[in-house]
């Protein structure tokens, strides 16, 4: 193992974004909550069952692309929608009507409260730079570069394959493995030769269906076993802890 606690084959990093390298993940649950209780509270009347911003979340939510994540949480409770059109207004109850009014949520929530970035993250990337390693970003959010730049980190990456280039390039989200493996065809490595940095369940099967050489998983809300069970070789609460005795 190297002193980045990675497999000695590995040669470039991809990491996540929302709750690995920003704390986002919590403001994309706020959005998500926002948009599918006033949807509910529409539908069913002042007795809906709430969205949960942590169970449901990580279940049907995180790491998916924003259409999929309305899809499959709305599955979850028996209901289907019509898709509608990208450019569906916010206020349309349809599948990208529900999805643009999270983002519109989510857009306004960046912008008047700003995103921080987990200090542990930062020195991990940068010690990560500092060794010859390259780094991509993998996200599902079309806001990828938005969060990025709030926080002060874009300069850190080598790639960026989020929601704006998949849709580009015609890549189905997570869980299936096609975004992490065009960043590593983009930093010109084979995906045996790079590991993959992950909080969302979703992240968990992509990195294991596409045979990456390692796979870190994040756990900052207490479901380490539930990481490992989806593919994770190795499971910390914050990635500078790789760094540690190891310098």
Not at 73 to 88: H, K, M, N, Q, T
Not at 102 to 119: F, R, S
Not at 124 to 129: G, I, L, S
Request: charged share 25%; hydrophobic share 40%; proline share 4%.
């Amino acid at each position: 193992m190297t002193k980045l606690g990675l497999p000695d084959v590995v040669r470039a990093c991809l990491f996540d974004l929302d709750g690995v390298l920003t704390k986002t993940a919590v403001v994309h649950a706020a959005a998500w909550k926002e948009a599918f209780d006033d949807f509910l509270r529409r539908r069913d009347g002042p007795g809906f069952r709430p969205f949960d911003a942590i169970a449901d979340y990580d279940e049907y939510v995180d790491g998916r692309p924003r259409a999929d994540g309305v899809r499959v949480f709305l599955a979850s409770r028996g209901i289907e929608l019509p898709e509608g059109s990208d450019d569906d207004s916010p206020e349309l109850d349809t599948v990208h009507g529900l999805g643009n009014r999270k983002n519109a949520l989510l857009l306004e929530k960046i912008h008047t409260q700003g995103v921080e970035a987990y200090a542990g993250s930062v020195r991990y990337v940068e010690a990560v730079r500092a060794s010859g390693l390259s780094t991509a970003v993998v996200s599902s959010s079309a806001n990828a570069y938005d969060a990025l730049a709030s926080a002060g980190i874009e300069g850190l990456f080598d790639v960026r394959i989020d929601g704006v280039v998949a849709a580009e390039r015609k890549l189905p989200g997570k869980p299936r493995p096609d975004t992490f493996l065009e960043a590593a065809h983009d930093l010109g490595v084979e995906p045996g030769a790079a590991a993959v940095f992950e909080d969302a369940l979703a992240g968990m099967d992509a990195g294991r269906s596409g045979r990456f050489g390692y796979i870190v998983g994040i756990d900052r809300v207490g479901q380490a076993q539930a990481l490992h069970q989806h593919g994770a070789d190795i499971v910390v609460g914050d990635l500078a802890e790789l760094l540690e005795d190891r310098t």
